[in-house]
């Protein structure tokens, strides 16, 4: 009989690391890129990157710490990059926080937030998985579909839903 494969290593979590690994690489590039491209390119990635993170197993046990590499300054350059792409387009309005059912008034956000504080927890996660320790690896799985589960899916989302209006706004004006 095949010895199972260890959640870690199973097919659904090799792609969610390849598309986390991926997604990472282009928001730490994408200063210098236009509004355009980046809005296209995005629009493709996060769904898939939900998808994948949606569809990754959860291991089995999972105790244990593991180090968070991305520092404040990493952040912020990705949340300045993103902010530099977006411009005018940065901000949105969202009505799907938990603040908001105490509110009449929707709650401002950033693209670029949301979407640095996608990157901060899918980094960490991928500079886990480099780095080859089996018992570390499943403790950054678990912690990252655990976020995922409580808010930077949700920011994905928000993200995503800007994205979407964004790509929409600018085909409708080129069409009339």
């Known amino acids: ?32 890129t236009g509004r ?11 769904p898939m990157l939900y998808l994948k993170a949606a569809m990754a197993e959860r291991p089995v046990a999972a ?5 968070h590499p ?50 901060q927890a899918l980094r960490d996660f991928v500079e886990v998985y ?3 320790f089996d018992d570390a690896m499943t403790v950054a799985l678990s912690e990252v579909l655990e976020q995922f589960a409580l808010g930077w899916g949700q920011r994905l989302l928000g993200a995503l839903r800007t994205l979407h209006e964004t790509w929409t706004m600018n085909n409708s004006s080129a069409d009339n």
């Open 1 to 32: 009989m095949d010895k199972p494969i260890n959640t870690i290593y199973s097919p659904s979590v090799i792609d969610f690391v390849t598309v986390s690994a991926e997604y990472c690489k282009y928001v730490e590039q994408c200063a210098g």
């Open 36 to 46: 355009s491209e980046f809005v296209d390119v995005m629009r493709k990635l996060l």
């Open 63 to 67: 105790d244990g710490y593991v180090e």
């Open 70 to 119: 991305v520092t404040e300054e990493d952040y912020n350059y990705v949340a300045s990059s993103v902010a530099a792409v977006m411009q005018e387009d940065d901000d949105y309005l969202d009505v799907f926080l938990e603040d908001f059912k105490y509110s009449d008034v929707p709650i401002r956000r950033q693209v670029s937030e949301d979407l640095a504080d996608v990157y």
């Open 130 to 132: 480099r780095q080859g």
